[in-house]
């Protein structure tokens, strides 16, 4: 992973290969149990190939949109779910 020397949580620093390893660690895990995962895995299999295809620079904007957007989504998933207590620590969170 390269190191920078300005932190920036949404800016994606992981190299193409990196990204590829995340995916094949997934794929190790479903492949366990592939008739159960066999949709999984073909999804999968297609965003490797996509990230595969698409140029470094493209490849840095959309996952740098969806690292931007992951904690907006875990945010709204906690806060769907009927468990109040932990609505309380994310609507917290959300106020920092």
Avoid: H
């Avoid at 931007?68 to 875990?74: G, P, Q, R, V, Y």
Wanted: aromatic share 10%; with cysteine; charged share 30%.
């Amino acid at each position: 992973m390269a190191k920078s020397k300005t932190f920036d949580p949404d800016k994606l620093v992981l190299t193409k290969p990196e990204i590829l390893g995340f995916c094949d660690r997934v794929l190790a895990k479903w492949n366990k149990n592939p008739t159960k995962n066999v949709n999984n895995i073909l999804a999968m299999n297609a965003v490797k190939a996509s990230i595969i295809w698409t140029d470094d620079e493209s490849l840095k904007a959309i996952w740098s949109e969806i690292i931007a957007w992951t904690f907006d989504l875990l945010y709204e998933n906690a806060m769907a779910q009927d468990n109040e207590e932990w609505a309380n620590v994310m609507k917290k969170l959300n106020k920092k």
